[in-house]
């Protein structure tokens, strides 16, 4: 809850902030998003072939 507080304050307060620093935040959020769909994306296509292999009477 704290982090998302500190995101809607970010939002509200207008000083000093400009359009580069929401473009910085904005990237990095999807930076991490790429990240994890990438790393997740090997382990379910991993576990969904050796589900489908046992599926067919496979070892």
Known sequence: MQFLAQVKKLFREESGISAVEYALLLAL???GIAAAAFTLGGQVSTNITNATTALQGGN
């Open 29 to 31: 959020i999807g930076a």
